[in-house]
């Protein structure tokens, strides 16, 4: 939640509507432990796209373990 945390910070929590929507649908369903994992940067070239896809999977194989 470090992100969430940080966008709070700056003022732009309201701007994130992608994961506050899809938080509320999976607790309507019963899901409540969910852990948002982030590649932020994507569009910003190749050598960042490949740094972030590559932190994303770290993050899930650590969850995994």
């Not at 945390?5 to 999976?26: F, I, K, M, P």
């Not at 948002?36 to 994507?42: K, Q």
């Amino acid at each position: 939640m470090l992100h969430h945390e940080l966008r709070c910070r700056r003022g732009t929590a309201g701007l994130d509507h992608q994961e506050t929507y899809l938080l509320g649908v999976l607790a309507f369903i019963g899901l409540t432990d969910v852990t948002i994992i982030r590649a932020e940067g994507l569009a910003l070239g190749e050598d960042a796209k490949t740094a972030a896809i590559a932190g994303a999977k770290t993050q899930i194989q650590a969850l995994a373990a």
